[in-house]
């Protein structure tokens, strides 16, 4: 199938008021949303159950929790991360650590199925060779919702980060490299996977508030694993 492309930039104000995506669509398609930005529909839905053992595994061992954010804000969206560091938020700032601070432990392993899922995505977005080193695993429930931000945590910029859907659907905010530039909203569905690298690769991005549904492999909650090379 053929990509559909969108532009960001002039065009980009009138496309916010349209409905890009048919939101059912988990066909295998794939949509580029700018250069450096390609969403493959459904390449994680065929190893659901796989990925959702790897996430009940990592979780018993790190388990689920709001961060607090360097303003004093407990982050609506529960976070927990598997692999050689983790993104954390405390009262002090961001970064990537070894040990998780709840437990004092090293984060879990990366779940093989998770790592090689990513690889493939990258690979077939013309990542050669993508090597994350750091997963973290979102948890959305009903009105959770991340503020329009950028990754900027990670000592390599060169590498894409690829992110993985699961369960309920969410709409995805997709901005430029100022915050204010506008927006595109992009739906993203279970089993979606987004590839953002390149000249994407520092483009501010956020989710709405989740809307209270139900999915059949996750009930009222949504899972986003981003997955990145955070150290070198
Ligand atoms: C666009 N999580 O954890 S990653 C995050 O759905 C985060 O939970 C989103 O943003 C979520 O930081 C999905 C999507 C993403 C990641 C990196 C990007 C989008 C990006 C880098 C540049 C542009
Ligand atoms: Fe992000």
Request: proline share 6%; with cysteine; aromatic share 8%.
């Amino acid at each position: 199938m053929r990509p559909q492309t969108f532009q960001l930039g002039r065009e980009n104000e009138r496309m916010t008021t349209l409905s890009l995506f048919d939101a059912e669509r988990s066909d295998g398609g794939v949509d580029e949303l700018c250069p450096g930005a390609m969403v493959l529909r459904g390449f994680a839905a065929r190893r659901e159950r796989e990925l959702a053992q790897a996430v009940d595994g990592v979780a018993r061992a790190a388990p689920f929790r709001h961060l607090i954010t360097p303003g004093g804000y407990r982050m609506s969206v529960a976070m927990t991360n598997c692999g050689d560091v983790g993104w954390i938020s405390d009262e002090t700032g961001y970064r990537y650590e070894a040990c998780d601070p709840l437990t004092g432990e090293r984060w879990p392993d990366m779940p093989e199925v998770i790592r090689e899922l990513a690889r493939e995505a990258a690979m077939r977005a013309g990542f050669e060779r993508f090597a994350p080193n750091a997963c973290l695993v979102n948890r959305y429930e009903p009105r959770a919702r991340l503020s329009l931000h950028q990754d900027k945590d990670e000592q390599d910029f060169s590498a894409p980060i690829v992110s993985v859907s699961l369960g309920v659907p969410a709409a995805f905010l997709f901005g430029g490299l100022r915050r204010k530039d506008p927006t595109l909203r992009v739906p993203l569905t279970h089993g979606d996977v987004v590839v953002w690298g390149g000249p994407a690769r520092l483009r501010y991005h956020g989710v709405l508030a989740l809307k209270q549904a139900e999915h059949p492999f996750a009930g009222a909650l949504r899972y986003n694993l981003t997955l990145r090379t955070a150290v070198t």
